[in-house]
């Protein structure tokens, strides 16, 4: 046996162990629309400041060395002296929720915002592995995060739990040293890919005049207009297919028209009665705006009517 295998071997040996058994970890858009919801809500009721940090768990679906992140929640965290933990009796009690409607959904971590690991993550992460011992944690950067550049990386970076591993290290280790950072690639179907597109050619061509305006509402606006035009076009597509399948230019695919049978499911109904409570009410408004532009027009015509047999009588007077 070799007499010489120093700590740093033993280190360097359980890193290339983890590397062989690594998994790949994907990630949906919705959880990071869910996790910026997040954000500004928290940061507009605290007046601009994260005075309680914003904790949150992950789900989703493990399949062998592949776990993918769909879906996410707010959790509550409790301070103690200086430290936080979670509320698990408001954890379970969502995650059962969570679980009774998304039944193949698994509690796979959570997410915080911080630029590194430190004491309060490790504290929760324990906390959090009785109910996965092999939670992640999506770290979410604070500081790039308020940063103002624009079409900079995203400011997140996903850890796993590696306790056995900073044993192995020097004497010196940190918290940060407990998390191994583990790569990551978006979930992206063509519908996010068009719209995220859009979004950054909105973000790049209005640039200088978001620095310049200093505005943040009309970049919102801006993006939001694009994401409706990119909307109103596919739906124009969708259309026009379902035209041409009902007139026999073209062939109906079945699945295709399933799954657009599917989308129109997800669409408010126009049938029901608030719907035509509301059509009444529009009908009834056009209605009596008809109502009185006619009624003007009766007025100014009766005021002319008058006019003319004034400058009739006249004239004839005029004659005698």
């Known amino acids: ?162 306790p056995e591993e900073s044993s192995l290290s020097s004497e010196n280790y940190t918290d940060k040293n407990m998390f191994i950072e583990e790569d990551y690639q978006l979930n992206i179907g063509e519908p996010e890919t068009v719209i995220i597109d859009y979004m950054s050619k909105v973000a790049e061509n209005s640039e200088n005049k978001i620095d310049d305006k200093k505005s943040e509402i009309i970049a919102d606006l801006l993006i939001q207009i694009n994401v409706i035009n990119v909307l109103q076009q596919r739906i124009e597509i969708l259309k026009k297919y379902l035209i041409d399948v009902k007139t026999g230019i073209v062939s109906g695919d079945p699945n295709l028209l399933r799954q657009i049978a599917s989308l129109c499911s997800h669409f408010p109904i126009t049938q029901n009665g608030d719907f035509q409570e509301l059509q009444t009410e529009y009908n009834s408004a056009l209605l009596i705006n008809h109502l009185s532009l006619i009624t003007k027009s009766f007025s100014i015509m009766k005021d002319l009517f008058y006019k003319h047999k004034i400058i009739r009588n006249n004239t004839n007077k005029f004659k005698e």
């Open 1 to 162: 046996m070799n007499s010489n295998l120093t700590i740093n071997d033993l280190n360097q040996g359980a890193l290339e162990k983890r590397k062989q058994l690594n998994t790949i970890v994907s990630l949906h858009p919705l959880v990071l629309f869910i996790i910026s919801d997040y954000y500004m809500r928290h940061k507009s009721q605290t007046n601009k400041s994260l005075l309680i940090p914003i904790a949150g768990a992950l789900f989703g679906n493990e399949d062998n060395n592949k776990i993918i992140i769909e879906n996410a929640m707010e959790i509550k965290l409790i301070k103690n002296a200086d430290m936080f933990k979670v509320d698990e009796t408001y954890f379970e009690l969502r995650l059962e929720q969570l679980k009774a409607v998304f039944s193949n959904y698994s509690f796979l971590g959570w997410f915080f915002f911080g630029s590194f690991p430190g004491k309060i993550e490790v504290k929760i992460h324990e906390q959090l592995l009785k109910y996965n011992q092999n939670a992640l944690l999506l770290l979410v950067d604070i500081i790039l995060l308020t940063s103002s550049k624009i079409n900079a990386k995203l400011p997140i970076k996903i850890y796993k739990f590696c």
